[in-house]
Structure formats: structure tokens, C-alpha cells
């Protein structure tokens, strides 16, 4: 018997596979920069897709698990803030359920994956 030195093909996603001689499988990695704005977030998709991209990746965060009290409060005076704390220039950046299910469909509607890294247990 003879063993294979790679590992065996996986589907990563719904008829995507990966493996030895699967193409490459690219994920732009969106996070929060699409600054909290649903509009933008959609161009990004788009333009992920344009660039031959696979997947679209964004971040999910529940703030109060994620952070303590402390740290939500603090002055966040930044020329790039969002809020005068930290908890809410977080908070401004963050989508809700009904946005993350609007981006999910627009990126199955430009035929690219979808996914969202979940940032504390809650977001899982």
C-alpha cells in the first residue's frame, strides 16, 4: 500500500473543494474596514469578487463579552474614531444579524462565499 504524502481533498464550502490538485482558494479578508457603512461593505464584496476571490471574510464581535467595562469606556479621541469611547466607535462598526444576512445574500447573489470570523463564544 501506498501513502499519500498531502492530505486528502476536503470541500471547504458547497461544491468547493481544496486539496493537491484543487485550485488555490482565496479569501479577501474584509473585517471591519468596511467602517461600519453597508454600502461600502457590498463594494468591497464586489470588488473582492472582481479580483477572482472565493470568499469574502468579515468579523463579528459581541462587545460586552468581548470587552470589559473598563475598556468600552475609555475617551477614544482618534482622528479615526467613530464615537467618543471605544465601546462606541466598536459599536458603530459592528453589523446586525438582519445586515450580516443582507451581505451574506448579496455575496451568494455576486456568487462568492460568505463568511464572518466570530471574535469572543458569543459570536459563534
Known sequence: MQMSSSPADLELCPGRWIGQDKPVFIIAEIGQNHQGDLKLAKRMISAAKQAGVDCVKFQKSSLQNKFNSR?????????????????????????S???????????????????ASAMDPVSA
Open 97 to 115: 444579524e438582519a445586515e450580516y444576512l443582507e451581505l451574506q445574500k448579496y455575496a451568494k447573489a455576486q456568487d462568492v462565499f460568505f463568511t
Open 71 to 95: 475598556a468600552l469606556a475609555r475617551p477614544y479621541t482618534s482622528e479615526n474614531s467613530w464615537g467618543e469611547t471605544y465601546g462606541q466607535h466598536k459599536e458603530f462598526l459592528e453589523f
